[in-house]
T-cell receptor, first 113, second 111 residues
Framework: DSGVTQTPKHLITATGQRVTLRCSPR?????VYWYQQSLDQGLQFLIQ???????AKGNILERFSAQQFPDLHSELNLSSLELGDSALYFC?????FGTGELFFGEGSRLTVL | GEDVEQSLFLSVREGDSSVINCTYT??????LYWYKQEPGAGLQLLTY?????DMKQDQRLTVLLNKKDKHLSLRIADTQTGDSAIYFC???????????FGQGTELSVKP
């Protein structure tokens, strides 16, 4: 158990819909990262937050947005969903000292029909 | 640019050594990591190496870094069936910065 909790574990929805994925980082970790894992694109970095502020942005579509709240949990919002958005979405957190290791949650599997 | 490449599959026999290779393009990468993903699970850090090192050994794992060729390898000695998983190489420019992952190498260990 990494200590990172993601909900929901599975989500099935239709094209055009909007969903919210939630992540609770390990206790005390200030950094949260979101990654998308799909068969064709592999693991793609989406966005990073540190203590509520956006720190780095990757290949995140404009239809997607994220935020980190004062209690450090994070949400990834996916809107106007397309079939190609079907993927496993991982959240990870990292400690503020040490090796920079990312601790990953088990992921939220999104299926868009 | 940022690009990390790995071969997709590797099959070995139990007890043999496995060597998983990775190449990266960004010469300013400072931190290099190996993560393991088992079915239905998130990624778990196996080991890491800083760019000022050539080699790191941790029990059955040996990491070799060739900075000139931008080549990283992970050797698993005495591979066991429990080592069957997908192994990801990742690079980062900064500690606690974003990680860029390779496509992952699926290791299959046959008894």
């Amino acid at each position: 158990d990494s200590g990172v909790t993601q909900t929901p574990k599975h989500l099935i929805t239709a094209t055009g819909q909007r969903v919210t994925l939630r992540c609770s980082p390990r206790s005390g970790d200030l950094s949260v990262y979101w990654y998308q894992q799909s068969l064709d694109q592999g693991l793609q970095f989406l966005i990073q937050y540190y203590n509520g502020e956006e720190r780095a942005k990757g290949n995140i579509l404009e239809r997607f947005s994220a935020q980190q709240f004062p209690d450090l949990h994070s949400e990834l919002n996916l809107s106007s969903l397309e079939l190609g958005d079907s993927a496993l979405y991982f959240c990870a957190s990292s400690e503020d000292f040490g090796t920079g290791e990312l601790f990953f949650g088990e992921g939220s599997r999104l299926t868009v029909l | 640019g940022e690009d990390v490449e790995q071969s997709l599959f590797l099959s070995v026999r139990e007890g043999d050594s496995s060597v998983i290779n990775c190449t990266y393009t960004d010469s300013s990468s400072t931190y290099l990591y190996w993560y393991k993903q088992e079915p239905g699970a998130g990624l778990q850090l196996l080991t890491y190496i800083f760019s000022n090192m050539d080699m790191k050994q941790d029990q059955r794992l040996t990491v070799l870094l060739n900075k000139k060729d931008k080549h990283l390898s992970l050797r698993i000695a005495d591979t066991q069936t429990g080592d069957s998983a997908i192994y990801f190489c990742a690079e980062s420019k900064a500690l606690r910065g974003k990680l860029i992952f390779g496509q992952g190498t699926e290791l299959s260990v046959k008894p």
